[in-house]
């Protein structure tokens, strides 16, 4: 099992910045994918980025592309995710999750482990 730890969120006025942080431990593959998804009380989990860690594949959905980045941690087993210029649309709970492959896939549905998420607010 991979077990996955998302913490960083919090409340941050429109035009900032947050970082996430994903910890994964636990059996880990040769090759697999780490992706961002969101969801808030109105709209269905939806696709943020994802990186192949190997690092040959990146995707971000349309709405984040040029203001949210992955970058890996020193170590091995984290990822980060840095948020600017928040808008109060992108304010949701943040779950970080592991598949298998080496594409940079943004269907949720193979994505078997999943962290429990992390709250972010955005005010206006």
């Known amino acids: 099992q991979v077990q996955l730890v998302e913490s960083g969120g919090g409340l941050v006025q429109a035009g900032g910045s947050l970082r996430l942080s994903c910890a994964f431990s636990?059996?880990?593959?040769?090759?697999?994918?780490l992706g961002w998804f969101r969801q808030s009380p109105e709209k269905e989990r939806e696709f943020v980025a994802v990186?192949?860690?190997?690092?040959?594949?990146?995707d971000y959905a349309d709405s984040v592309k040029g203001r949210f980045t992955l970058s890996r941690g020193d170590t091995r087993n984290t990822v980060y995710l840095q948020m600017d210029s928040l808008k109060p649309e992108d304010a949701a709970v943040y779950y970080c999750?592991?598949?298998?492959?080496?594409?940079?896939?943004?269907?949720?549905?193979?994505?078997?482990?999943w962290g429990r998420g992390t709250q972010v607010t955005v005010s206006s």
């Open positions: 999750a592991a598949g298998h492959g080496v594409a940079a896939v943004t269907n949720r549905g193979m994505y078997p482990y």
């Open positions: 990186f192949s860690w190997t690092g040959a594949a990146t």
């Open positions: 636990g059996r880990t593959f040769r090759n697999f994918m």
